[in-house]
């Protein structure tokens, strides 16, 4: 059962590009996320204690065939440590659609207007991508990021939902991966970065989730599966020390 609340710094980069799919017993593994659930909702204290924060906006994105639902929990987390927490408004993430870029981008407007603060923003798996890029193109109403087995770059077939992805976006929705597009993903944003990471992870391959080095930017590693990233009590310690911390005052996590 892979419900360690430990969390640890990775050090080095590992090799993204000739990662393989997660085997097997991994993929058999990620049933055990209804038991991180289960020890997560009955750690009442253990996540009362966790940091709380100054009260900013944190825009949470689904993974990919996942909607608000899956997210709940951490939501309701986030909120319970005075953060004002939205959901990414655009329903269940079916990967690349025509005009989503734009609707984001409303919805970020919508968040600023209304909240006149930087915003954080947590993405889970393909969500991560998401929030990766709106950080790209809007560094001054993002304070930071955090992915949760987000798959980044290196050999992005590595995965066992790519079938799955490229069946459900092609045709108009495709996007065209060319190595300007994959090597744009991949550089490092310029606002504070983790990017939480777990060699457990049955669905994505875990080198894919790591990014390259960066004045802001660490690695993290917990033992989740990959469908109790939003809910295993390790990744909910990492969430909270990282949000918690003031603006311009950014520090590695110590683990």
């Not at 919508?110 to 709106?134: C, F, L």
């Not at 669905?203 to 599966?225: D, G, K, Q």
Request: positive net charge; aromatic residues 8%.
């Amino acid at each position: 059962m892979t419900t360690s609340t430990k969390a640890r710094p990775a050090t080095g980069t590992p090799d993204a590009d000739r990662a393989h799919a997660p085997r097997p017993h991994l993929w058999l593994r990620e049933g055990l996320t209804g038991l991180e659930l289960a020890h997560s909702a009955a750690s009442r204290r253990y996540l009362a204690g966790l940091p709380s924060g100054d009260g900013h906006p944190v825009l949470v994105l689904p993974g990919f065939l996942a909607g608000a639902s899956s997210t709940g929990f951490l939501r309701g987390f986030l909120r319970s440590k005075g953060y004002r927490v939205y959901d990414w408004g655009q329903g269940r993430n079916m990967g690349v659609r025509q005009g989503l870029r734009g609707r984001l981008s409303e919805r970020l407007d919508h968040i600023s207007q209304r909240t006149g603060q930087p915003m954080s923003i947590v993405g889970w798996s393909a969500g991560g991508i998401y929030a990766r890029e709106i950080a790209r193109e809007n560094p001054d109403r993002v304070r930071s990021v955090i992915t949760m087995g987000t798959p980044m770059r290196g050999n992005l077939r590595a995965t066992s939902a790519w079938p799955a992805y490229t069946l459900l976006n092609r045709g108009r929705n495709a996007v065209d991966l060319t190595p300007e597009v994959l090597g744009s993903r991949a550089a490092p944003l310029s606002v504070p970065t983790t990017c939480i990471y777990s060699r457990y992870d049955g669905i994505v391959a875990w080198e894919l989730c790591t990014s390259l080095p960066a004045p802001t930017t660490e690695n993290v590693e917990v033992r989740s599966t990959h469908l109790g990233f939003g809910h295993h009590r390790a990744t909910l310690a990492v969430v909270a020390d990282r949000l918690a911390q003031p603006v311009g005052t950014w520090r590695p996590w110590a683990g």
